[in-house]
């Protein structure tokens, strides 16, 4: 059986032997399916520095800093790797899946989909994806490179009752377990307990005054949890970010979109609503031709000369993905809607990169055409520096209700939840006890590996 590093462990490599810290480190560059990679599912380079920049004020037009963490540098190239470690690990420990005798089955709309494939087979797992088909080609490459078996399961990135419905069939098979994202609180306590940690110390090591807010687009909901943490010390605002075309929190909505990742068409039992301080809707259109903006060769060298962004708009070309773009401008939004200064951080996050979207680049190029230095222009100064206050909702007592009592629908009706479960979702000290039970399996973890 193959365990991997704890959560503290997780927040800080250097708590790990420096012997197997420097076997990772050399497995990164050499042999990035070597299980011992495990030990890389962290937020910190090579250095002990978390992977995090401050955008540039030429991109985002704002005073209020915004410090964006990127995860391209995990071992499968987005954040997600943590979430399906730590649902793994957890489950491993208390004896629920056993390798070579449990098939997992990980059911997501892309990146805890190809985090899945990475850890199961590292793990010892026979492992399944299951995925909307008209997610990007790049995807399915990956998870079959990884040594997991794809379902596509009709539509787009909402259509997740789809993916619940598939799940409920392969149940049937006594050896499967399904390692559901959506209701896993390992999901909730990684997010919570490393990716916030991350959040802090990187507006700290940026010199970016205080995190005043973590703004965080909503699919599984396990990134957000960063900001309970934030909120539990520095009094940060939480602010969720979802499709315009999808909008599920803002108008009890529903519809198909373009934002990979997020707007999954529910709200998910990991999600700390009553949390929240509000709720914006960003529009696909304008993430896709944001990233346009910042991955083609055109529009990256606009961004370096003329849009005053040197050689960050280099770094930035690879860093970004469509959900990227959309956490960036909802950050801007959040930074004008709270009138916030030089001295208040924004946080958010770049879940994957660019490697993930070039056929999606492709699509919309035949819709839209391409890239001109003029096009670039504009698009900077309308989608980037022009972010409007609009479709706003503000976390009110009642609209806190409102986004908890939508859970009943699918985790009360559909998936076995109890109402009592339910309430118990609305208390804080709730949410804390889930994320301070990472101390517990931190000792499990630590008393079965025996170091």
């Not at 590093?5 to 042999?31: F, I, N, S, V």
């Not at 490179?145 to 069939?169: H, L």
């Not at 709720?279 to 346009?292: F, H, K, N, P, S």
Request: with cysteine; glycine share 10%; proline share 4%.
């Amino acid at each position: 059986m193959i365990h991997g590093p704890t959560y503290a462990e997780m927040r800080d490599p250097g708590l790990l032997p420096a012997e197997l810290r420097k076997r990772a480190q050399a497995a990164a560059r050499e042999a990035r399916l070597d299980p011992v990679n495990l030990f890389n599912i962290t937020w910190h380079d090579d250095d002990g520095r978390v992977r995090a920049l401050r955008l540039p004020e030429a991109l985002t037009g704002i005073e209020a800093p915004i410090v964006l963490l990127y995860a391209k540098d995990f071992p499968t190239g987005a954040h997600k790797v943590g979430a399906t470690y730590s649902v793994l690990m957890e489950h491993q420990l208390q004896g629920d899946v056993t390798p070579g005798t449990s098939t997992l089955v990980w059911p997501s709309t892309g990146n805890y989909g190809i985090g899945g494939s990475w850890v199961g087979p590292r793990m010892g797992y026979e492992s399944v994806v299951i995925l909307p088909e008209e997610m990007s080609a790049e995807r399915f490459e990956k998870i079959a490179a990884y040594g997991a078996r794809a379902i596509k399961t009709p539509g787009s990135e909402s259509n997740v009752k789809e993916i619940y419905d598939e799940c409920k069939r392969l149940r049937v098979d006594p050896k499967i377990r399904v390692m559901n994202q959506f209701e896993e609180m390992a999901n909730y306590r990684w997010h919570y307990n490393v990716t916030g940690a991350a959040a802090a110390e990187a507006v700290e090591a940026l010199g970016c005054g205080r995190p005043a807010a973590f703004v965080s687009a909503m699919g599984s909901s396990g990134t957000i949890a960063a900001g309970d943490a934030l909120k539990a010390r520095f009094g940060a605002r939480i602010v969720g970010l979802e499709p315009i075309q999808c909008p599920t929190l803002s108008r009890n909505g529903y519809g198909a979109h373009a934002i990979e990742g997020i707007g999954d068409k529910h709200v998910t039992w990991i999600h700390n609503v009553m949390n929240m301080d509000a709720v914006m809707a960003i529009d696909d259109q304008e993430c896709l031709l944001g990233l346009q903006l910042v991955a083609e060769p055109v529009g990256r060298d606009f961004l370096a000369e003329a849009g005053g962004l040197g050689e960050a708009a280099n770094r930035l070309s690879t860093l970004l993905g469509v959900s990227g773009v959309c956490n960036i401008l909802g950050a801007i939004k959040t930074a004008k809607w709270l009138g916030l200064g030089k001295d208040d951080a924004v946080v958010t996050v770049a879940t994957d990169g660019l490697d993930r979207y070039p056929s999606v680049l492709r699509r919309l190029e035949k819709t839209t055409g391409a890239l001109t230095r003029d096009k670039a222009e504009a698009h900077l100064e309308s989608i980037f520096h022009g972010q409007k206050l609009d479709w706003i909702i503000e976390g009110t007592v009642e609209n806190r209700e409102r986004w908890h009592n939508l859970k009943y629908f699918t985790w009360v009706e559909q998936q076995g939840k109890t109402v009592a479960e339910l309430d118990a979702q609305r208390s804080q000290g709730w949410w804390a006890h889930e994320a301070a039970l990472a101390g517990d399996v931190d000792r499990r973890l630590r008393e079965v590996r025996g170091w």
